[in-house]
């Protein structure tokens, strides 16, 4: 089995803002091409992440399995799983005046089937993670 994927990134905010922005805010920076529906909204809401096509059709891309701001984000995830999910680990670890929001996307109960999808998850998280980090430097910026 491959070990965990794992990715990290250092943003120019406290633990808060940071946990904040990942979860709050998801809809706001989240890559466009990274959806299910066009148009659509992301929101963790309820216990779930879920994506709401313009039609109403909901979409359940995981369930939250822990909620600890602004330490800690555990969800599974559904999308590219195959036919089980796999879990997503996001921790906010300050750093000065700067987080590292490391995440960990293991493969769950994906199992071996993990490994079919490495490669579409690592070029992802690059991706997502791009994308959150230049929401923080514009919101910042916009705020100064």
Wanted: proline share 6%; net charge negative.
């Amino acid at each position: 089995m491959t070990d965990p994927l794992r990715k990290s990134v250092v943003v120019r905010c406290s633990p808060a803002r940071a946990f904040s922005a990942f979860t709050a805010e998801v809809d706001l920076w989240w890559p466009a091409g990274h959806k299910k529906f066009d148009g659509s909204r992301l929101a963790f809401d309820q216990g779930a992440f879920v994506e709401t096509a313009p039609s109403g059709e909901t979409f359940t891309l995981g369930e939250v399995v822990r909620w600890s701001p602004p330490d800690a984000l555990v969800f599974t995830w559904w999308p590219g799983a195959l036919d089980a999910p796999t879990t997503v680990e996001v921790t906010f670890t300050p750093e000065g005046e700067t987080t590292r929001v490391d995440v960990i996307h293991s493969a769950g109960a994906a199992g071996d089937r993990f490994d079919k999808v490495m490669d579409i998850f690592v070029r992802s998280w690059d991706r997502v993670l791009g994308s959150y980090s230049q929401y923080i430097d514009e919101s910042i910026e916009r705020e100064a």
